[in-house]
């Protein structure tokens, strides 16, 4: 059965009706601990859970009637009470939380449950309409954003309402990943330069705590596409770098790290690695769009949309480690088609899986699987998903594979998502209303907030 409904229908209704929740609080269980809980006032899906006692570590569980409970991690605060922030919940929608405790011996205990209601945005989110039958019981949230009319980062559950969101404060730039930080305490956003390519000013990253309360506005040269946290806390994004070619000017991309002392160096640049006079009429001529980082190896990848090609980098040292497509590749491609004017990817245990958007070539874009394979050194193509419905794709996209062996599929500026099986079936579908487009993304199987420590 396929089903078509505004989304946001039933969460406007919740809006006008005043759903405005206020601190709940309920009564000591015969063990468990009494929980407090505060909505923020400009995000009222989100609740900061709180309460007293002496235990060894402590927990929140949130669910609605005849689902599951979800369990969030609480920490204790310097006054020595238990917190946790819940993120995730639906707009206008009945929940239940209750708190526990875990005691030395490992033993826990609850506290009785307390009957909520969330709030509705008082902002007006673009439209979602969902196409193709949700998909029941995940907890999961996909973490992106709205371009286009509206500029927001958002949270998105498996069945498409929005859970949780940021206004993009800056006309005139983009939002383009939504990106929840190493620290569990807050989340990254990008304020990044849109298509005009000689803007200057109000560049930079907002770290936004959970409640929506800006804990810091992160200055930077100019910034676009992408960014990403490392472990060690710095961050990292792209940035260009202007010269003039024999009267001809040029931009060239830069890979740029912002260390924990607020100092920015280049880590890779695109003029000591390419010709610009090599691409033909392009005045970005790499065009890096895309960042990714392996925990696996400690590397950074970085997609280079004018040449096919992905690249990984030393961390430290911005070396080229191996090339993968394109020029002088590592992995020659024996199987199938390599990718075409690409966008951000998925590095996989044995391979990547890519949004190829394939515009520049006047195809429609693709989600596709690659296996790379170290010896013989090579790749091929494994799999692909490309809609009957096909969808040019100009800019953006995201390419996702999730725990369960289902992809997601980003077409970034057509304003839609998939998910599909591993046979390509489609399982949900996310569409946004005219003018709206979505950005990077990221699958959080178990977001799990921590409180800001006093």
Not at 79 to 107: F, K
Not at 140 to 167: E, N, Q, R
Not at 384 to 413: C, H, M, N, Q
Request: net charge negative; glycine share 12%.
């Amino acid at each position: 059965m396929v089903r078509r409904a505004q989304l946001v229908a039933a969460l406007a209704v919740a809006a006008a009706l005043g759903c405005d929740p206020g601190p709940e609080s309920g009564a000591a269980g015969e063990e468990g601990p009494a929980a407090e809980i505060a909505w923020s006032e400009a995000i009222p899906t989100v609740a900061t859970v709180s309460w007293s006692g002496e235990a060894d570590g402590g927990f929140v569980e949130v669910g609605r009637a005849g689902g599951a409970w979800r369990r969030i991690a609480a920490e204790r605060q310097a006054d020595g009470d238990w917190r946790a922030v819940v993120v995730g919940l639906r707009q206008g929608t009945d929940y239940q939380l209750r708190a526990g405790t875990i005691g030395e011996d490992g033993s826990e205990t609850l506290g009785p449950a307390v009957d909520v209601t969330t709030g509705g945005a008082s902002a007006k989110l673009p439209d979602l309409f969902l196409d193709a039958d949700a998909v029941a019981d995940d907890p999961g949230l996909l973490a992106t954003t709205f371009m286009g009319g509206s500029s927001y980062a958002v949270l998105l559950d498996a069945d498409g309402l929005v859970t949780w969101w940021y206004a993009n404060p800056y006309e005139g730039r983009v939002m383009t990943r939504t990106l929840p930080s190493r620290s569990g305490r807050s989340v990254f956003i990008d304020v990044a330069r849109s298509i005009d390519l000689d803007s200057e000013g109000n560049f930079g990253l907002l770290e936004v705590a959970w409640d929506g309360t800006l804990l810091r506005w992160i200055e930077t040269s100019a910034l676009h596409h992408d960014f990403l946290e490392l472990p060690s806390g710095d961050l990292v994004f792209l940035s260009d770098e202007k010269r003039v070619i024999d009267g001809v000017g040029y931009s060239g991309d830069l890979v740029v790290v912002l260390g924990g002392d607020g100092m920015e160096h280049t880590l890779w640049s695109a003029w000591d690695y390419y010709d610009p006079t090599q691409f033909a009429g392009q005045h970005d001529f790499a065009h890096a769009n895309a960042l990714r980082y392996d925990e696996s190896t400690d590397t950074l990848w970085l997609g280079v949309h004018n040449a096919n090609q992905l690249l990984q980098l030393d961390p430290t040292t911005g070396a080229v480690r191996k090339r993968v497509f394109g020029r002088d590749t590592d992995y020659p491609l024996s199987d199938g088609s390599g990718p075409l004017s690409q966008h951000n990817f998925t590095l996989l245990p044995s391979g990547v899986l890519i949004h190829d958007n394939r515009d520049a070539a006047g195809l429609p874009a693709r989600v596709v699987e690659f296996a790379l394979t170290e010896s013989p050194a090579g790749a091929a193509q494994v799999w692909e998903y490309e809609p009957t419905d096909a969808f040019t794709v100009a800019a953006f996209g995201d390419a996702l594979r999730l725990a369960d062996g289902d992809t997601i599929a980003v077409w970034g500026s057509a304003g839609v998502i998939d998910r599909v099986d591993a046979d390509g079936a489609l399982r949900t579908r996310f569409s946004g209303g005219l003018g709206t487009a979505f950005g990077y993304a990221q699958w959080l199987d178990d977001l799990q907030p921590l409180p800001q420590a006093e």
